[in-house]
């Protein structure tokens, strides 16, 4: 288990983390340092705790956007799968229909190119 320090808010934490995860860790606080200051310079000392929810509340607030930003493109991603397998078959129709064109015309060719050399 790494350990990593953070400052947030002017106050140096020390966290556990799982190895090779510190500078994420710390990519993070620093993330919650930048609201924090944000709302500090909004509104000014309010209080550690409730910068401290606000911020959460502020992360949370991003987090259900991304969610549902996720769940639109999953159900994009849905419909064109549905869209591309619904293509696929018709391709593959189309291909049966003029394979079976192709395989009569040219069985129609070769009874008339039959036909012109028992005449002839």
């Known amino acids: 288990m790494a350990t990593v320090s953070v400052t947030i808010d002017g106050k140096t934490y020390r966290m556990a983390c799982d190895e090779g995860e ?11 340092d930048q609201y924090i200051s944000h709302l500090k310079s909004n509104f000014g000392e309010i209080g550690d705790h409730r910068l401290s929810v606000m911020a959460g509340i502020m992360v949370m607030d991003e987090l259900d956007e991304a969610r549902r930003q996720l769940n639109n493109l999953k159900q994009e991603n849905e419909t064109l799968q549905q869209e591309n397998n619904q293509l696929a078959d018709a391709c593959q129709r189309y291909e049966t229909v003029a394979a079976k064109a192709i395989d009569r015309a040219a069985n129609h060719i070769d009874a008339l190119a039959r036909q012109l050399v028992k005449n002839q």
């Open 22 to 32: 510190e500078e994420h860790l710390a990519g993070l606080a620093h993330q919650l």
